[in-house]
């Protein structure tokens, strides 16, 4: 998996405030679609939000992997996100959340989605990899650090 095949520099958000869970699927449902023609706000906000609540997406470490599948949807989108600070996102180790992958995946593409997922969860578990990420505070030196390691 290549993350420059599904990540943008329009779709990495440095240290942008994140209330709570609810609030930063919002807010990134907002962001991620200015950027993708004919995907709606809500549409990705109610598809982020279902899948939270068929468990959460928060796999430890503060990182979280929100992702869904959305029927409009014509690839597979990536958007990387760096928090102000920490969030609860009912982590699977009970730790806050200061970084974020979203996903979103045309609703037939089940094998690409999970190996996507898998990949994103290889390449974040690198703990060095985070460490850069969550020092870096400018966006486009965040989808550069990202693509290249």
């Known amino acids: 998996m290549q993350l420059e ?3 943008t520099p329009e779709r990495c958000y440095c ?9 930063i699927l919002n ?10 023609p004919g995907l709606e706000p809500t549409e990705v906000f109610n598809a982020l939000l279902a899948r939270e609540q068929l468990g ?16 409009g949807s014509e690839k597979i989108v ?3 996100v760096t928090l102000d600070k920490a969030i609860d ?6 730790k806050p959340v200061d970084l974020l992958f979203v996903l979103i995946v045309p609703e037939l593409k089940t094998d690409e989605h999970v190996q996507t997922l898998a990949g994103l969860a290889r390449l974040f578990s690198d ?3 985070c460490y850069t ?16 390691y």
């Open 5 to 7: 095949d599904i990540l």
């Open 15 to 23: 240290k942008i405030d994140g209330v709570s869970k609810k609030r």
């Open 27 to 36: 807010k990134i449902s907002e962001l991620v679609s200015k950027d993708i």
């Open 56 to 71: 959460t997406t928060g796999l430890g470490n503060g990182i979280a992997i929100p992702h869904c599948r959305i029927a």
């Open 78 to 80: 990536g958007a990387l």
């Open 89 to 94: 996102f009912d982590a699977l180790d009970g």
């Open 127 to 129: 703990d060095d990899f």
């Open 133 to 148: 990420l969550r020092h870096t505070h400018d966006s486009e030196d965040l989808y550069n650090i990202a693509i290249t």
